[in-house]
Nanobody, 126 residues
Framework: QAQLVESGGGSVQAGGSLRLSCAAS????????MGWFRQAPGKEREFVAA????????YYANSVKGRFTISRDNAKNTVYLQMNSLKPEDTAVYYC???????????????????WGQGTQVTVSS
């Protein structure tokens, strides 16, 4: 059974840091790409970061580049999102996602991802 379980969310003041974890099991463990997305109240879900399974290449949204780092531990089937220099506009529910088997390279598109976690809340206060 495919499953993604996020953890590590919470409340932090602006400038602080959080580390999100996403434990993958079942089919998600061999997914060609893993991504993090976020959704703020009243807004659409947006791409944050992605990491490729075969070569470890990483990709970031411009809004988080230089502040967030995505990584993975294949032995633990876990993907991480280290978030530094957090801003109030980073407040959202963060979702981990695993790409479909026939992944076509659109790492920032939600339709490439077929498995989603339940989400974890990140709140940044000013």
């Amino acid at each position: 059974q495919a499953q993604l379980v996020e953890s590590g969310g919470g409340s932090v003041q602006a400038g602080g840091s959080l580390r999100l974890s996403c434990a993958a099991s079942g089919r998600t463990s061999s997914s060609p790409a893993m991504g993090w997305f976020r959704q703020a109240p009243g807004k659409e879900r947006e791409f944050v970061a992605a990491i490729m399974r075969n070569n470890g290449n990483t990709y970031y949204a411009n809004s988080v580049k230089g502040r967030f780092t995505i990584s993975r531990d294949n032995a633990k089937n876990t993907v991480y999102l280290q978030m530094n220099s957090l801003k109030p506009e980073d407040t959202a529910v963060y979702y981990c996602a695993a790409a479909r088997a026939l992944y076509s390279g659109n790492y920032d598109s939600t339709w490439e991802y077929v498995y989603w976690g339940q989400g974890t809340q990140v709140t940044v206060s000013s």
